[in-house]
């Protein structure tokens, strides 16, 4: 339940990805008009691009931070007009500033959004941005769009994302410059409609209107202090930030929304899970300097915990950790204080705290992978197959349960069922040739009607996602 520490400029290839699929998409079945492109298609496409992401991107599986995040988007949801998808939503450890609704309802947030964002409300209202791509089915207006797409246009996007800022990137210049209107970024009527659909389904959800409006300007000054251009392409493209912005204000003042306590009251739960955030996926300097802006003395004790224990300044984190009195304010503190004594190799500490944390929340998974890594340290395979069972409920794609999994079954039950946990393993790491290799393994040792059944299920899982290879 890793997750890599090189992120890659996620939106720059979510979109990469985007064109291919639809070019591959359109060359199976053509799409006369919009209403061609059926909400099913819509629906299998999305599914296909969740999957994609999920193999090639740092999904954080934290049950804290997705509690919260699924809370958040329920209570948007309510104010939405029906829709024919089910929005989910996922964190990925990224620090580009960025959010991004795919196909299906599929939302995927950056880790570096959540961190600029100052409270709940200025991402809610990103969050209500991209709903608003979703339901008035932008996407699907994008894939009509893309009939003007060329096979060489996209060679050359290609190019210059493989080769980077060489010969590759003036070729890729030269071949955006006819689609990127077409399909790497939303039209300007798209983007003045996301924002006024969007803002509204802000004030519906209960936040103030004005909360769209600081969150650009959020996004903006980012953008002029750094002078990168990793802000997200709905915030760069047409109509400009000042024009976007100046619009919103007046609808801001139509609107007389003036729920401003709800950036108090809820603010709280923001900086809870923020500082989990801060103290895993940020940086050293950059993550105290955010610390100091937490709401609550027990948030900065233990992101600055964390921070200090990633960056092997032990002694100043278990100094932090002393004191249990956070548990009454973080429900996931004995959770990080039994991970921080794993990873200095105090098990038996470690273990202690791990069980507390379960016996708060027994759905916690974070505490049962620590608990299960340490049941099969101490080889207590049986425990230890307990813990990673369960954990694989809550997140069936995890590559790495699969392969701890693949290790414990291997030993207790016989190598068919290591090898089928290794199998999905690689299916679910995107590894074609190591998930046939483990895959062959497991086919040349099934027996049981049991096993065979198994196989068929597994092969079954990877017909509907092969085309992505």
């Known amino acids: 339940m890793s997750q890599s520490k090189n992120s890659p400029p996620v939106w720059k290839k979510i979109y990469i990805y985007l064109l291919i699929i639809f070019f591959l998409f359109s060359n ?22 969740y999957f994609y992401l999920l193999t090639h991107y740092p999904i954080i599986y934290d049950p804290y931070i997705q509690h919260y995040l699924n809370k958040l988007v329920s209570k948007i949801k309510k104010g939405l007009p029906p829709i024919p998808f089910d929005i989910t939503i996922n964190l990925i450890y990224n620090k ?24 709940e409300a200025e991402l809610a209202s990103v969050l209500c941005h991209e709903f608003a791509h979703v339901t008035q089915r932008h996407i699907a207006q994008n894939i009509k769009r893309q009939k003007l797409l060329t096979v060489g246009s996209l060679v050359g996007i290609l190019a210059g994302a493989l080769i980077g800022k060489s010969a590759g990137h003036a070729v890729a210049v030269g071949s955006m410059a006819g689609v990127q209107s077409a399909m790497l970024k939303y039209t300007r009527a798209e983007e003045r409609e996301a924002d006024q659909v969007g803002i509204q389904y802000l004030t519906k959800a209960g936040y103030p209107a004005s909360s769209m409006i600081e969150a650009f300007l959020k996004l903006k000054r980012h953008k002029t202090l750094s002078g990168e251009n990793n802000i997200p392409p709905y915030f760069l493209t047409h109509p400009g930030i000042e024009e976007r912005i100046s619009y919103l204000k007046t609808m801001v003042k139509y609107l007389h929304n003036s729920n401003n306590g709800i950036k108090r009251n809820l603010n ?41 224990s990633r960056n092997n300044m032990f002694n100043e984190a278990e100094k932090l950790f002393e004191d249990d009195l956070c548990q009454r304010e973080l429900p996931y503190y004995f959770r990080e204080k039994g991970r921080f004594y794993f990873q200095m190799g105090k098990l038996s500490i470690a273990l202690n705290y791990l069980n507390k944390a379960i016996s708060i929340d027994s759905k916690d998974y974070f505490a049962l992978y620590y608990r299960g890594r340490i049941y099969e340290a101490l080889d207590e395979l049986k425990l230890a197959l307990k813990d990673m069972e369960k954990i694989l409920e809550y997140v069936p794609h995890d590559s790495e349960i699969h392969m701890i999994l693949g290790r414990i079954k291997g030993r ?38 049991n096993e065979k059944n198994m196989l068929k299920e597994f092969y079954k899982k990877y017909q509907e996602v092969k085309e992505l290879w």
């Not at 959004?113 to 100052?118: G, I």
């Not at 940020?282 to 964390?306: M, N, Q, Y």
């Open 28 to 49: 199976t079945k053509s799409f006369a008009s919009i209403s061609d492109f059926s909400i099913a298609d819509e629906a299998k496409l999305g599914k296909k691009f």
């Open 96 to 119: 580009e500033i960025n959010a991004f609704a795919g196909p299906g309802g599929h939302v995927f947030v950056n880790t570096g959004l959540v961190l600029a964002m100052e409270n």
């Open 268 to 308: 709280r739960d923001f900086d809870k899970v923020k500082a989990l955030i801060i103290g895993h996926y940020s940086d050293k300097e950059a993550g105290l300097e955010l610390v100091k802006k937490l709401s609550g003395e027990c948030e900065k004790r233990v992101a600055t915990a964390i921070l200090y």
């Open 412 to 449: 207790l039950v016989g190598p068919f069922y290591g090898y089928i946990h290794y199998a999905y393993a690689e299916l679910y790491k995107g590894n074609k040739n190591m998930m046939f290799k483990y895959y062959n393994r497991a086919k040349a040792m099934a027996k049981s009607e």
